[in-house]
């Protein structure tokens, strides 16, 4: 396995860096660090302790944590045993919790603490649960439950070490459950051949510094976590920094300056909104010499972009700004280093990315799904790129549009099925091999693959018209006042949206106008002047786009939508039903006469 050889070939590598608690050892800026060979001890131990409750190979165990070491050293603990780890979204409701425990029937749960006690102690007495046992992490927290802290204290006799590592190809790896945008979570089964393709793919479209960095802040159940916060990091004896709170991941990009970022589309707005609300506040001056500064990397990225080089004097200008204006401001952000950006599940707002090309970051998006492993698609910087495109196949996909526009893809990575209550795998793809993916999208003539929307959430208006929802909430939020839009018009005549108030920008762009946001959000939406910006924004929005697609009436709100009020997945993409039901009244009111 790779863990083993990494603890071999690289024992004194970083490999595993979190914030310290109290009484534990850390290095000057806080962080508590394991070498890769001190993970290759501890997972070994690990793995003794989850044997000895019962876990088996092929068992599956439920973990409930946030990204802190006792997730990730069990994750790895259990593959190492042969078992099957499978982790569950701290913010699932308790109905999502009971479904994956019956689909998945795992005798085991490690959960963190009190809160998770209380959400899965009920389903120890189900009767259609298989769930016998809870190993709770957090101290004090047990109660009649397994502590955590027990786990592998026995020696481990020298033959269980050899026992371990033994995984071939095709045994399952993990079982991945789709957040529920619509429908119950269904299980996607990856096994050790899947996740190795998709690592091969990868590294042949991106180049990284040897053992580079990966801040780990999006959860163990998003497949892009699993892959870039634990799989790949054991391909690449790379150094992950854990981030438990999603919301502290400004803080740590400023703490690690990685040399590579992963941010869904929400992540790379609100960086963007806190740069630009950072600005607005500079002196004149100093905000024209950006300006110019991002002028000149936008054209350098053109060049870039086209597969050209830039002309002697261009390149020459862009690398002064670059050292002098671009840097300094991105170091205030910890980005100076970073040599790979990228960005995947939703698509990504053009003016985003126009926004961090004029600071040299060209963020390369990315296209797949649970069900191909992850990445499909790719921008690259060594295989080419198009802003606002997904990129082209990696090559363990094949990628092919259908006649109505739905995206199908087939490849080494695409998945064996959706794991059945009674052990099986349901296929999903044809005899062929293709997987519908439920994206509507475009192939362009030199390769590179452009999103729509998702199927399912495209709009038919009443007159018979399909809109794309994400095109326009995306134009919409294209004003900075603007952080989140939800557009609403299936079976109506014209759409409506719910525009919700940047967190971030809108206090400074009040402040530079004279008024007065001390009393928050709220009033700041009903103020006269904010609502006249908004007017102009969506006339904005509206002279960009067609007919139908222009959105007539509006709702500024001043609640952000997030994981932990139900409109957003733990994976920041919107629950458009939760929306409709939460706004209902709101929406039918805006088409009242």
């Given amino acids: 396995m790779l863990l083993e050889r990494n603890a071999r070939t690289h024992p004194d590598l970083p490999a595993l860096s979190w914030r310290a608690a109290e009484g534990e050892a850390a290095d000057e800026g806080g962080w508590a660090t394991l070498t890769w060979a001190q993970v290759g001890e501890h997972t070994t131990r ?28 069990s994750d790895l603990a259990l593959v190492r045993l042969g078992a099957v780890p499978v982790s569950v979204y701290g913010t699932s409701a308790p109905e999502q919790v009971t479904h994956i425990a019956r689909n998945c029937r795992a005798a085991l749960a490690v959960v963190e603490g009190a809160a998770q006690v209380e959400l899965w102690s009920p389903l120890l007495a189900d009767a259609d649960t298989p769930l016998a046992r809870l190993v709770v992490v957090e101290p004090g927290a047990e109660g009649e439950h397994v502590p955590y802290a027990s786990l592998g204290r026995e020696p481990v006799p020298e033959q269980f070490g050899k026992s371990l590592d033994t995984a071939g190809p095709e045994d399952t790896l993990t079982v991945v459950y789709t957040s529920g ?17 998709n690592a091969l793919a990868l590294d042949a479209v991106v180049e990284l510094p040897p053992h580079v960095e990966h801040i780990c802040y999006l959860p163990f159940a998003h497949i892009a976590e699993r892959m870039l916060g634990i799989y790949l990091p054991c391909h690449r004896a790379s150094h992950v920094y854990l981030c438990a709170d999603p919301a502290s991941v400004a803080e740590a990009v400023r703490a690690v300056r990685p040399a590579q970022f992963f941010g ?17 506040l500079l002196p004149a001056e100093r905000r024209a010499a950006i300006e110019e500064a991002a002028d000149v990397a936008r054209e350098h990225v053109g060049y870039r972009e086209r597969g050209e080089s830039a002309p002697a004097e261009l390149e020459a200008a862009y690398e002064r700004h670059r050292e002098q ?16 950006a990228a960005s995947a599940s939703a698509p990504m707002p053009i003016d985003v990315v126009r926004f961090w090309a004029g600071f040299g970051i060209v963020i390369m998006d990315a296209w797949g799904l649970t069900e191909t492993t992850g990445v499909a698609t790719t921008n690259s910087p060594r295989t080419g790129f198009r802003l606002g495109s997904v990129g082209r196949p990696v090559s363990s996909a094949e990628v092919r549009v259908a ?25 999903a793809v044809d005899a062929e091999g293709w ?67 940047d967190a971030e920008t809108a206090p400074a762009w009040a402040a530079a106008r004279g008024i007065d946001s001390g009393s928050g959000l709220t009033a700041l939406a ?15 929005a509206n002279a960009r786009l067609n007919r139908t697609e222009q959105v007539k009436r509006y709702v500024l709100l001043a609640e952000e939508w997030g994981p932990a009020t139900g409109e957003l997945t733990p994976s920041l993409k919107m629950r458009r039903r939760v929306i409709h039901d939460k706004y209902a009244s709101a929406l039918a009111g805006l088409y009242e006469d």
């Fill in 325 to 340: 204006v671009l840097l300094p401001v991105l170091a205030m952000g910890g980005l100076d280093r970073v040599d790979w």
């Fill in 264 to 280: 869904v589309p929400r992540v790379w707005e609100k960086l963007a909104a806190a740069v630009r609300a950072g600005l607005s």
């Fill in 46 to 73: 690990l793995a003794a302790g989850y044997a000895a409750l019962g876990v088996g190979r092929g068992d599956h165990v439920l973990l409930m944590m946030a990204n802190r070491p006792e997730h990730w050293l």
């Fill in 526 to 540: 009903a103020h006269p002047a904010v609502q006249e910006e908004a007017d102009r924004a969506v006339a904005a």
């Fill in 435 to 501: 997987l519908r993916t439920g994206d509507i999208g475009r192939l362009d003539e030199d390769g590179y693959l452009w999103l729509t929307d998702r199927k399912k959430e495209m709009i038919i208006t009443s007159t018979g018209k399909n809109v794309s929802p994400a095109l326009v909430e995306n134009a919409l939020k294209e004003h900075p006042l603007i952080g989140q839009a939800l557009v609403h018009g299936d079976n109506r005549s014209y759409l409506v949206a719910l525009l919700v108030l």
């Fill in 403 to 427: 006649a109505d526009g739905e995206i199908e893809v087939r490849g080494a990575t695409v998945f064996a099925g959706y794991l059945r209550e009674d052990g099986g795998v349901r296929p």
């Fill in 181 to 197: 945008t619509t429908g119950e979570p269904k299980g996607v089964v990856l096994s050790h051949r899947h996740v190795l393709a």
